[in-house]
């Protein structure tokens, strides 16, 4: 009766930690990057926001402020003037 109860036990133990042995879900790991690269596309494709946080200075994401992107160019040729020298 006791080699009985102790097999069950095992047995029972080990059905129920089967699935820690089986290994990631690489079907749902997929499916979550899938679902986290959309996300961050709809994040790139909206607009500035021009509520009390974009007065205030503060930019969500890294979006670069227009006044510097309209002096990009001017910075990139004087940085490679600097790298010449």
Do not use: Y
């Amino acid at each position: 009766m006791k080699k009985l109860l102790v097999t069950l036990v095992c047995i029972s133990t080990l059905s129920a930690a089967f699935p820690a042995f089986a290994g990631p879900d690489w079907q749902l790991i997929n499916q979550g990057r899938k679902a986290k690269q959309a996300q961050m596309m709809q994040g790139a494709n909206k607009a500035p926001e021009t509520g009390m946080d974009h007065q205030m200075g503060k930019k969500k994401d890294h979006q670069m402020d227009p006044k510097m992107h309209e002096k990009m160019d001017q910075m990139m040729k004087d940085c490679q003037d600097m790298m010449k020298k």
